[in-house]
């Protein structure tokens, strides 16, 4: 079995920055690619950023030069450092995970993923 438990979010003003981390469970971690997605009330969720066992990433459009997604293997914790925050990157932020992946490109929907965390809400004020 897997766990995955986020935290690190809050409320922050736009132009702020907030580090959320996914700690892993139950698994060796260094043999899964982890993600990031984010969900806001009444919409889809949208993936965020990727990152395989190698350190290759992934992100999306909306949050490139923005968020670094980062891994710590001896810790079993994945990280996603969120900078220059905007009022629309409010969302509930959820840590996903995907044993095994094989692809050197980290898996970008959330039908690649088989694991995933509770959520943490982030709030950015304008």
């Known amino acids: 079995q897997v766990q995955l438990v986020e935290s690190g979010g809050g409320l922050v003003q736009a132009g702020g920055s907030l580090r959320l981390s996914c700690t892993a469970s139950?698994?060796?971690?260094?043999?899964?690619?982890m993600g990031w997605f984010r969900q806001a009330p009444g919409k889809e969720r949208e993936f965020v950023a990727a990152?395989?066992?190698?350190?290759?990433?992934y992100y999306a459009d909306s949050v490139k030069g923005r968020f670094t997604i980062s891994r710590d293997n001896a810790k079993n914790t994945a990280y996603l450092q969120m900078n220059s925050l905007k009022p629309e990157d409010t969302a509930v932020y959820y840590c996903?995970?995907?044993?095994?992946?094989?692809?050197?490109?980290?898996?970008?929907?959330?039908?690649?993923?088989?694991?995933w965390g509770q959520g943490t809400q982030v709030t950015v004020s304008s």
């Open positions: 990152i395989n066992w190698s350190d290759n990433t």
């Open positions: 996903a995970a995907r044993w095994p992946w094989i692809p050197a490109t980290p898996p970008q929907h959330r039908r690649e993923y088989n694991y």
């Open positions: 139950g698994r060796t971690f260094s043999s899964c690619a």
